[in-house]
């Protein structure tokens, strides 16, 4: 087993994902005007994506704690190749639909893949490890415009993209498949008395719920801001589409310089106290963006925005792995999948508040996500401190 090598097929898994879920919005005009569908059907295809996503990572995750993380991450990157080819190459919208669903799937196990296997060889600083790898996934954030930007530029080959894409991902089940992965402790063959009520240990813990709804809070506080800044910057502040773009490429700059910070932090201070100042901070930027006048105070407050929410994910996925080491899969799994709900529910609920009250009234429900993360990291510190974590989970 090469540590290194296993840690290289977890970061590149990000970046893929990241690409991934940052270029199907680019490319969203030049689809809209090729099949002739209106903006609803279109925005269908977040909503298969998400669902594929989280039907996957769920039934995953016990999977890949019984028999290990390549099997996993290799399904996940032959679904990820099967999606990207069939929205490539349908001729049809639903074909693009059907294939949207399969690249989510592929790109959910992916994602919950990589969380357990890093989860699995850095057992002495998972913080530190984590908060680096999703790093990558800021970076595959970062360039997925700009590659959709270049395919589009040459031609208006939106279908190409996705085939590079496959081909990407290809590449990355060979590389992946290459690889000799650490056995899973449930894998050699633990007593299934044992693992079972480890499972509901981890489902009636107080902790595992108060980290999946930090998940869910950041997941749809981040959806709120990717889905809905341009528009809102466009409707308040009447910006052109190039500054409100450089506004949530700001954002996400926060988000991968973040990471680079908050592992190091985490591992000294704690993970429940890290999480509690990373949803502070969370919460006093949005608020300020939400309420800022001036456009470069709003760049500056969703920058660190994206800072300070850089250390929520991958610090409450290590939190988590941390406290059930047995079920770092499951953990991890049912985890994303909290997130996965967070950021398909909370923004589209934004969406339809703003209906009614209009998107600058229906924006102020980011900073109320912020102060629902709050409680949630309140409660986590407080329990940590006093010492009931301990005596609630012992698997």
Not at 291 to 310: E, H, P, V, Y
Not at 351 to 367: Q, Y
Request: with cysteine; proline share 3%; charged share 10%.
């Amino acid at each position: 087993m090469n540590r290194e090598s296993l840690t290289w097929t977890a970061n590149l898994s990000l970046v893929l994902i990241g690409l991934i879920g940052n270029i199907i919005g680019p490319v969203m005009p030049s689809v809209i005007g090729e099949y002739g569908i209106s903006l609803a059907t279109a925005g269908m295809v977040f909503t298969a994506q998400g669902l594929g996503r989280i039907v996957a990572v769920f039934s995953t995750s016990s999977w890949s704690d019984r028999v290990g993380r390549k099997p996993v991450m290799r399904l996940g990157g032959i679904l990820t190749v099967i999606g990207a080819i069939g929205y490539g190459i349908s001729p049809i919208w639903f074909g693009n639909i059907l294939s949207a669903v399969v690249l989510g799937a592929g790109s959910g196990m992916l994602d919950g893949a990589s969380n357990a296997l890093v989860s699995d060889l850095y057992t002495e600083k998972r913080g530190l490890a984590l908060n680096r790898l999703h790093v990558f996934f800021g970076l595959g954030s970062l360039i997925g415009p700009l590659v959709a930007a270049f395919f589009l530029g040459i031609g208006n080959s939106w279908r190409l993209l996705f085939l590079v894409i496959a081909a990407m991902a290809g590449a990355h089940v060979v590389f992946s498949s290459s690889q000799s992965y650490p056995e899973v402790s449930i894998g050699k063959g633990n007593n299934q008395d044992h693992v079972t009520q480890a499972r509901k240990t981890l489902l009636t813990s107080p902790e595992f719920w108060l980290l999946s709804g930090i998940m869910f809070t950041y997941s749809g506080m981040g959806g709120t801001i990717v889905g809905w800044v341009n528009t809102y910057l466009s409707d308040k502040l009447t910006v052109t589409v190039l500054l409100a773009s450089v506004v949530l490429a700001l954002y996400n700059v926060g988000l991968t310089v973040g990471r680079l910070i908050w592992g190091g932090v985490s591992e000294r201070v704690g993970y429940p106290r890290t999480l509690l100042i990373c949803a502070l901070g969370g919460l006093v930027f949005v608020t300020s963006a939400v309420l800022g006048r001036q456009l470069w105070w709003i760049a500056i407050s969703f920058w660190l925005t994206g800072f300070f929410l850089a250390g929520l994910f991958p610090t409450a996925v290590a939190h988590g792995t941390g406290l059930f080491s047995q079920l770092t899969g499951t953990v991890s799994g049912y985890m994303i999948t909290a997130a996965s709900l967070g950021g398909m529910i909370l923004p589209f609920l934004v969406g339809a508040l703003s209906d009614v009250v209009g998107l600058r009234l229906g924006m102020l429900a980011a900073p109320f996500f912020g102060i629902a993360q709050l409680v949630l990291a309140a409660s986590l510190q407080r329990r940590q401190a006093k010492g009931e974590v301990s005596a609630r989970i012992g698997v």
